[in-house]
């Protein structure tokens, strides 16, 4: 009898860190348990690595994961409304397993957690801010010369277009994802996250009014 691979989205806890439904995704199959956990990054679980999955408590059918590996937080919960996780995961046959662990799989697990937090490197990350600051300080030029300050201006609007195009990329072109992501993710672990990225600039971007306040020396 072949067990089932399972996907759940839902939401949860790391640590302190609360992500609401959908920012979290769970697949389990018989040899692996996977929690993709968007800006916390993607925790990956042998069978051997598990101490004991219990219900969370609640009326999200959720789940408390409780393991040994030491490079992650040991607070690790996973919720999905509608959805009975601990039995979608019990039928993949994940948490009778005993079978050894293949080597290739045993190397993509090591290198999984080498690579933990947000998939993007931080390189990445510091050149966004800045290009985007820049943007936005584009508006406030004229405040050298005594000017306005300016909210919504061409700098604003081409900071957000700036942050669409970006996500745009790291989400569908291969040659920018292997620029920003770390060695051993992908864009599996940011979909949701860059995908509500995008939906708020774009509506922020075609809701942004233009306004010039009085500068006030």
């Not at 931080?122 to 010369?145: E, H, K, M, P």
């Not at 201006?153 to 942050?163: E, K, P, S």
């Not at 745009?168 to 996250?193: A, E, H, I, N």
């Not at 922020?204 to 306040?213: D, K, Q, T, W």
Request: glycine share 10%; aromatic share 10%; net charge positive.
């Amino acid at each position: 009898m072949n067990n089932p691979e399972i996907s759940i989205i839902g939401g949860g806890n790391i640590g302190n860190v609360r992500m609401s439904e959908p920012f979290m995704e769970l697949i389990v199959s018989k040899d692996k348990l996977e929690l993709r956990a968007s800006i916390m990054g993607r925790f990956i679980f042998l069978p051997s690595d598990i101490i004991s999955i219990t219900p969370a408590g609640g009326f999200s059918g959720g789940v408390r994961i409780n393991h040994f590996v030491e490079q992650y937080n040991k607070e690790i919960v996973f919720r999905s409304l509608g959805s009975d996780v601990m039995a979608e995961i019990a039928s993949t046959g994940f948490l009778n397993n005993r079978e050894a662990v293949s080597p290739q799989l045993k190397a993509e697990v090591e290198m999984a957690r080498q690579s933990t937090g947000f998939a993007i490197k931080t390189s990445a990350t510091i050149a966004f801010v800045v290009i985007w600051n820049l943007l936005c300080l584009y508006d406030q030029r004229g405040l050298v010369s005594g000017g306005q300050i300016v909210v919504g201006g061409i700098g604003a609007r081409l900071a957000l277009g700036f942050a669409i195009t970006f996500t745009l990329s790291t989400l569908f072109v291969k040659p920018f994802q292997s620029m920003v992501l770390k060695p051993g993710r992908d864009v599996k672990d940011l979909r949701f996250f860059c995908s509500f990225c995008f939906l708020s600039t774009l509506l922020f971007l075609s809701e942004c009014p233009l306004y010039r306040m009085p500068h006030r020396p």
